[in-house]
Protein backbone atom coordinates (compact mmCIF):
# COMPACT_ATOMS: atom_id res chain seq x y z
CA UNK A 1 0.00 0.00 0.00
CA UNK A 2 2.83 2.17 0.72
CA UNK A 3 6.01 1.17 -2.12
CA UNK A 4 6.76 4.81 -2.84
CA UNK A 5 6.58 6.15 1.11
CA UNK A 6 4.01 8.80 0.73
CA UNK A 7 2.00 7.27 3.88
CA UNK A 8 5.03 7.06 5.79
CA UNK A 9 6.15 10.38 5.26
CA UNK A 10 2.84 11.92 5.77
CA UNK A 11 2.42 10.18 9.34
CA UNK A 12 6.02 10.89 10.12
CA UNK A 13 5.51 14.79 9.30
CA UNK A 14 2.60 14.51 12.05
CA UNK A 15 4.46 12.73 14.36
CA UNK A 16 7.54 14.50 14.10
CA UNK A 17 5.52 18.07 14.35
CA UNK A 18 5.01 20.22 17.65
CA UNK A 19 2.41 18.08 19.72
CA UNK A 20 3.34 14.86 17.42
CA UNK A 21 0.03 12.59 17.12
CA UNK A 22 -1.31 13.72 20.67
CA UNK A 23 -2.18 16.95 19.12
CA UNK A 24 -4.96 14.73 17.16
CA UNK A 25 -6.21 13.45 20.15
CA UNK A 26 -5.89 16.79 22.11
CA UNK A 27 -7.92 19.18 19.27
CA UNK A 28 -11.01 16.24 19.01
CA UNK A 29 -11.17 16.48 23.05
CA UNK A 30 -11.22 19.86 23.35
CA UNK A 31 -14.09 19.94 20.83
CA UNK A 32 -15.82 16.90 22.35
CA UNK A 33 -15.33 18.26 26.05
CA UNK A 34 -16.77 21.26 25.27
CA UNK A 35 -19.94 20.16 23.43
CA UNK A 36 -19.90 18.02 26.13
CA UNK A 37 -20.53 21.34 28.69
CA UNK A 38 -22.79 22.96 26.25
CA UNK A 39 -24.94 20.07 26.38
CA UNK A 40 -24.99 19.10 29.74
CA UNK A 41 -26.14 22.73 30.82
CA UNK A 42 -27.94 23.79 28.10
CA UNK A 43 -31.42 22.27 28.89
CA UNK A 44 -31.12 24.74 31.85
CA UNK A 45 -31.22 27.75 29.87
CA UNK A 46 -33.47 26.55 26.96
CA UNK A 47 -36.04 24.18 26.81
CA UNK A 48 -34.66 21.55 24.11
CA UNK A 49 -30.94 19.65 23.96
CA UNK A 50 -29.96 18.93 20.68
CA UNK A 51 -29.75 15.10 19.75
CA UNK A 52 -25.65 14.71 21.93
CA UNK A 53 -24.90 11.93 19.59
CA UNK A 54 -25.84 13.78 16.13
CA UNK A 55 -24.23 17.29 17.25
CA UNK A 56 -21.33 15.57 18.56
CA UNK A 57 -20.61 13.55 15.12
CA UNK A 58 -21.39 16.72 13.61
CA UNK A 59 -19.14 18.97 14.97
CA UNK A 60 -16.11 16.46 15.37
CA UNK A 61 -16.41 15.49 11.75
CA UNK A 62 -15.77 19.59 10.93
CA UNK A 63 -13.12 19.25 13.32
CA UNK A 64 -11.35 16.81 11.10
CA UNK A 65 -10.07 19.67 8.90
CA UNK A 66 -7.28 20.19 11.29
CA UNK A 67 -6.34 16.51 10.63
CA UNK A 68 -6.15 16.85 7.11
CA UNK A 69 -4.25 19.77 7.87
CA UNK A 70 -1.59 18.38 10.00
CA UNK A 71 -1.16 15.57 6.93
CA UNK A 72 -0.33 17.95 4.68
CA UNK A 73 1.98 20.81 6.43
CA UNK A 74 4.98 20.42 4.80
CA UNK A 75 3.42 19.81 1.43
CA UNK A 76 2.40 21.21 -1.84
CA UNK A 77 1.86 19.39 -5.57
CA UNK A 78 5.55 21.53 -7.11
CA UNK A 79 7.46 19.63 -4.53
CA UNK A 80 5.98 16.04 -5.80
CA UNK A 81 6.50 16.36 -8.82
CA UNK A 82 10.55 16.54 -8.48
CA UNK A 83 9.83 12.84 -7.59
CA UNK A 84 8.31 9.74 -9.23
CA UNK A 85 5.18 10.06 -7.34
CA UNK A 86 2.58 10.65 -8.91
CA UNK A 87 -0.60 13.10 -7.07
CA UNK A 88 -3.16 10.57 -7.43
CA UNK A 89 -0.88 8.63 -5.22
CA UNK A 90 -0.09 11.31 -2.93
CA UNK A 91 -3.37 11.83 -2.46
CA UNK A 92 -4.34 8.14 -1.39
CA UNK A 93 -1.76 8.18 0.87
CA UNK A 94 -3.50 11.59 2.44
CA UNK A 95 -6.80 10.02 2.62
CA UNK A 96 -5.26 6.68 4.02
CA UNK A 97 -3.23 8.88 6.62
CA UNK A 98 -6.40 10.62 7.80
CA UNK A 99 -8.43 7.53 8.12
CA UNK A 100 -5.67 6.44 10.60
CA UNK A 101 -5.38 9.61 12.81
CA UNK A 102 -9.09 11.34 12.28
CA UNK A 103 -11.50 8.20 12.19
CA UNK A 104 -10.64 6.20 15.53
CA UNK A 105 -10.13 9.32 17.55
CA UNK A 106 -13.57 10.57 16.30
CA UNK A 107 -15.14 7.40 16.97
CA UNK A 108 -13.66 7.16 20.36
CA UNK A 109 -14.79 10.29 21.80
CA UNK A 110 -18.28 9.07 20.06
CA UNK A 111 -18.25 6.05 22.42
CA UNK A 112 -17.14 8.06 25.64
CA UNK A 113 -20.56 10.71 24.47
CA UNK A 114 -22.56 7.21 24.90
CA UNK A 115 -21.07 6.91 28.01
CA UNK A 116 -21.93 10.39 29.17
CA UNK A 117 -25.39 10.51 27.32
CA UNK A 118 -26.41 7.30 26.79
CA UNK A 119 -25.70 4.94 24.01
CA UNK A 120 -28.82 5.53 22.07
CA UNK A 121 -28.30 8.77 20.85
CA UNK A 122 -24.33 7.49 20.36
CA UNK A 123 -25.22 5.39 17.41
CA UNK A 124 -27.13 7.79 15.39
CA UNK A 125 -23.43 9.60 15.37
CA UNK A 126 -21.02 6.41 15.13
CA UNK A 127 -23.06 6.23 11.76
CA UNK A 128 -23.13 9.40 10.49
CA UNK A 129 -19.34 11.18 11.34
CA UNK A 130 -17.69 8.32 8.64
CA UNK A 131 -19.25 9.69 5.78
CA UNK A 132 -18.97 13.29 7.00
CA UNK A 133 -15.76 13.28 7.80
CA UNK A 134 -14.83 11.33 4.15
CA UNK A 135 -17.01 14.63 3.19
CA UNK A 136 -14.75 17.14 4.45
CA UNK A 137 -12.04 15.57 3.53
CA UNK A 138 -13.18 15.23 -0.17
CA UNK A 139 -14.10 19.09 -0.13
CA UNK A 140 -11.00 20.06 1.38
CA UNK A 141 -8.67 17.92 -0.67
CA UNK A 142 -10.51 19.83 -3.92
CA UNK A 143 -11.09 23.36 -2.72
CA UNK A 144 -7.21 23.37 -1.69
CA UNK A 145 -5.16 20.61 -2.58
CA UNK A 146 -1.91 19.81 -0.71
CA UNK A 147 -2.13 23.06 1.10
CA UNK A 148 -5.02 23.45 3.08
CA UNK A 149 -3.23 26.33 5.17
CA UNK A 150 -3.78 28.89 2.31
CA UNK A 151 -7.44 28.23 2.45
CA UNK A 152 -7.50 30.70 5.17
CA UNK A 153 -6.02 33.19 3.24
CA UNK A 154 -7.80 32.63 -0.32
CA UNK A 155 -10.98 34.33 -0.29
CA UNK A 156 -12.55 32.73 -3.24
CA UNK A 157 -11.50 29.16 -1.80
CA UNK A 158 -12.49 29.62 1.95
CA UNK A 159 -15.77 30.88 0.85
CA UNK A 160 -16.59 27.87 -0.90
CA UNK A 161 -15.34 25.36 1.47
CA UNK A 162 -17.90 27.77 3.91
CA UNK A 163 -20.60 27.19 1.45
CA UNK A 164 -19.62 23.86 1.23
CA UNK A 165 -19.88 22.75 5.02
CA UNK A 166 -22.78 24.67 5.78
CA UNK A 167 -24.94 22.82 3.15
CA UNK A 168 -24.44 19.82 4.92
CA UNK A 169 -23.56 20.64 8.15
CA UNK A 170 -26.63 22.82 9.06
CA UNK A 171 -29.16 20.57 8.10
CA UNK A 172 -27.64 18.18 10.63
CA UNK A 173 -27.60 20.86 13.26
CA UNK A 174 -31.04 21.56 12.62
CA UNK A 175 -32.13 18.17 12.75
CA UNK A 176 -30.23 18.08 16.07
CA UNK A 177 -32.53 20.39 17.30
CA UNK A 178 -35.59 19.05 15.94
CA UNK A 179 -34.20 15.18 16.54
CA UNK A 180 -37.09 15.00 20.06
CA UNK A 181 -40.00 16.35 17.83
CA UNK A 182 -40.07 12.98 15.35
CA UNK A 183 -39.57 9.54 16.10
CA UNK A 184 -36.28 8.15 16.69
CA UNK A 185 -36.27 5.42 13.58
CA UNK A 186 -37.56 8.48 11.28
CA UNK A 187 -34.88 11.92 12.66
CA UNK A 188 -32.22 9.05 12.92
CA UNK A 189 -32.87 7.61 9.28
CA UNK A 190 -32.82 11.31 7.56
CA UNK A 191 -29.80 11.52 9.45
CA UNK A 192 -27.74 8.93 8.07
CA UNK A 193 -29.38 9.47 4.70
CA UNK A 194 -27.52 12.61 4.46
CA UNK A 195 -24.63 11.22 6.03
CA UNK A 196 -24.81 8.87 3.67
CA UNK A 197 -24.80 11.11 0.59
CA UNK A 198 -22.22 13.72 1.77
CA UNK A 199 -20.02 10.82 2.36
CA UNK A 200 -20.55 9.84 -1.49
CA UNK A 201 -19.72 13.41 -2.83
CA UNK A 202 -16.76 13.56 -0.54
CA UNK A 203 -15.44 10.49 -2.26
CA UNK A 204 -16.34 11.83 -5.80
CA UNK A 205 -14.55 14.83 -4.95
CA UNK A 206 -11.54 13.06 -3.99
CA UNK A 207 -11.97 11.37 -7.02
CA UNK A 208 -11.30 14.10 -9.03
CA UNK A 209 -8.79 16.30 -6.56
CA UNK A 210 -5.30 14.75 -8.00
CA UNK A 211 -6.17 15.43 -11.45
CA UNK A 212 -7.46 19.03 -10.66
CA UNK A 213 -3.91 20.12 -8.92
CA UNK A 214 -1.53 17.72 -11.29
CA UNK A 215 -3.05 20.00 -13.86
CA UNK A 216 -2.90 23.38 -12.15
CA UNK A 217 0.76 22.54 -11.09
CA UNK A 218 2.21 21.48 -14.71
CA UNK A 219 0.50 24.09 -15.97
CA UNK A 220 1.86 26.60 -13.64
CA UNK A 221 -1.52 27.97 -12.27
CA UNK A 222 -1.81 26.59 -9.03
Known amino acids: ?20 LWKVVFSQGLVFGVLAVLLAYLPDVVPVRPQPGLTVATILALGTFTTYNWLCQFDDEQFYLRYPVSL ?25 GGVVFGYDPALVGLAVFPPLAMYVFGVTAYAAGLEPTELLFDTPTFALFTLAMMAVLMPLVILAIAYPLYPAWQAGGVAVTIGLLAGLVGVGLYTRAAPRWERKALSGTE
Open 1 to 20: LDRQGALSKSLLDVARSSGG
Open 88 to 112: PTVFRAKLVGFGLLALPVGLAYLVL
